[in-house]
Structure formats: C-alpha cells, structure tokens
C-alpha cells in the first residue's frame, strides 16, 4: 500500500523522481502485490494511460514495462477489462514508442489471462490494424 501511495502522490504532485523506484519495488516484491493488486493496477494505470495526467513520457515507457513484467506472475481474470481498454488507448495513440510498449504489455496479458482474453482480440487487432502495426508476439 505504501508504494501504491508513492505512485499516487507522484502523479498529483507531478514529481516522478520516485516512480521508478516504486515500480522496481512492485517487481521485486512480486509475489506479495498478489493480494493488492486491486490497489496496484489502478495507480499503474493512472501512469501510462493517456490524457489522465501529465506523466512525462519516459515514466509511462517505464510502468508499461514493469506491467509486463508482473502480468505473468498475477492471477488476473478479474482484471482484464481494467488493464486492456486503457492499453488499447495507448495503442490508439500517436506515440509510437508507447504504441510498442502497450503491444508487448497487450501479448503478455493474453498469455497470462489465456482463453478469456478472446473477447479482446478483436478490438486490439482492429486498433492495431489502423495504425499499420505488426507485432510478432501478439500474433
């Protein structure tokens, strides 16, 4: 609870210095994040979705990239819907490096969710269509 708070307070106060700090915290301490995932994928959304707040491109690079990293340890069947609408944004989004991350972050979770993950499939890959993108490991 405590890092969630440090990554709620980065993003109202602006100052991100400690995100990444927190996000490796949230990876290190993978297997007990288990039980607050309720509290930790809200505060990591809030980081990398667009138009929410003004996080600085990097620290939104960042949280997708430790998203991908703890989406393969978690049981997320509950969570599906909360992570992949506001991927799809991201792959919706005329930033091309976010585009890649989030497509990466979109294969991790569909392997992690597994056959439940159908349901997104057709939205994702429409939303990837439109912006040309090729990925070989949501595919």
Same mark, same amino acid.
């Given at each position: 609870?405590?890092?969630?708070?440090?990554?709620?307070?980065?993003?109202?106060?602006?100052?991100? *210095? $400690?995100?990444? &700090?927190?996000?490796?915290?949230?990876?290190?301490?993978?297997?007990?994040?288990?039980?607050?995932?309720?509290?930790?994928?809200?505060?990591?959304?809030?980081?990398?979705?667009?138009?929410?707040?003004?996080?600085?491109?990097?620290?939104?690079?960042? $949280?997708?990239?430790? #998203?991908?990293?703890?989406?393969?340890?978690?049981? !997320?069947?509950?969570?599906?819907?909360?992570? $992949? &609408?506001? !991927?799809?944004?991201? #792959?919706?989004?005329?930033?091309?490096?976010?585009? =890649? *991350?989030?497509?990466?972050?979109?294969?991790?979770?569909?392997?992690?969710?597994?056959?439940?993950?159908?349901?997104? #499939?057709?939205?994702?890959? =429409?939303?990837?269509?439109?912006?040309?993108?090729? &990925?070989? =490991?949501?595919?």
């Amino acid at each position: 609870p405590r890092i969630v708070g440090a990554l709620a307070e980065a993003e109202r106060a602006g100052e991100f *210095e $400690t995100v990444h &700090h927190a996000l490796h915290a949230l990876e290190v301490f993978s297997a007990s994040v288990e039980e607050h995932l309720h509290l930790v994928l809200p505060a990591m959304v809030q980081l990398f979705q667009l138009g929410v707040a003004d996080v600085p491109m990097a620290v939104r690079r960042a $949280t997708l990239q430790s #998203l991908r990293r703890l989406l393969p340890r978690m049981q !997320l069947a509950g969570y599906a819907s909360a992570i $992949t &609408h506001p !991927l799809i944004r991201c #792959l919706d989004s005329p930033h091309e490096e976010l585009r =890649k *991350e989030a497509a990466d972050v979109a294969a991790v979770l569909g392997c992690a969710i597994g056959p439940d993950f159908a349901i997104f #499939l057709p939205l994702l890959r =429409k939303t990837m269509a439109r912006h040309r993108m090729q &990925h070989a =490991k949501f595919e």
